[in-house]
């Protein structure tokens, strides 16, 4: 196990998490169908110069499974409040994937409770985004399959392609497929991507609506290359069309540079946390012609 673990009660659910270290506060957020076990290598490391706190989203890991809309405005609204619960009050923020997405939420809808932002290989940048995903949104059949994959499908796939998802270690497997097991996980997982995917990819970006934030908080991303769930390119607009946002790339990576190069993550993200010189993001209005582009890519 990785930190002291704990659980709070928030929003009518509770919420499990862990920390470890000691400074100012980091909450690491992990993706969709995930659980704060993803940051498992990185953590450690974190924890040296910070105070990190990693909680397991409403709906995945330990936490609990309400019958709740799983919006991202309802999960970064439980999160906010998760924070205040605990006693912190304002944090670094970093999101990985879905987290990610909620963690760009949060700035929209949370802004005072972030300092600085990391968004690792995030959703919510752009519409592209796996087949899978996608059809997991198909009306009537994607809700039908949703437990066959998540109890049968996707731990086969775990296993027999470990590497695609940061050299998953076979305990977690099975930690993963306990969690599909406790009731109410196939409605948090559908209804968490019914809330940002349909069979067009991802409907709801927060990239749309970034420039309405007059006050952003430092941020920065890092993205594997090979990433083949959320394409990289989504971090490159991102980059190209605003000022002050940063993109680390990891080469020969996938979708968890947090897992497959944990060293090399935890100093980049660090150096990014303490960089005096940061200034705040400005992000320009994604330019009509990028957006029909991205529509058409998927």
Known sequence: MIGQGHKTAVCGT????REMGKG???VLLHGLYDSHRTWRRAAPLLARR???????LAGFGWSGRPDAPYTLTWHAQVIADWMGAIGVEKA???GHSFGGGIAQWMVLEQRRRIDRLALVCPGGLGRGVTAGMRFATFPFFGPLITPLVLRHI???????????FGHIEPDEIERFVAWTRIPGSERAFQRSVEGVINLLGQHVQTIHRASEVTDM???AMFWGTQDPIVPTRHGRNAAKYSDGITLTLYDECGHFPHLDFPDRFAADLVEFLRDPARRPARV???PLVLRLLDQFRG
């Open 92 to 94: 670094h923020l970093c």
């Open 50 to 56: 910070y105070h990190v706190f990693m909680p397991d």
């Open 284 to 286: 320009r209005p994604v």
């Open 154 to 164: 996707m731990p086969a796939v775990l296993r027999r392609y470990s590497d695609a």
């Open 14 to 17: 509770t919420i499990a998490w």
């Open 24 to 26: 100012r506060p980091l």
């Open 217 to 219: 908080p430092p941020v």
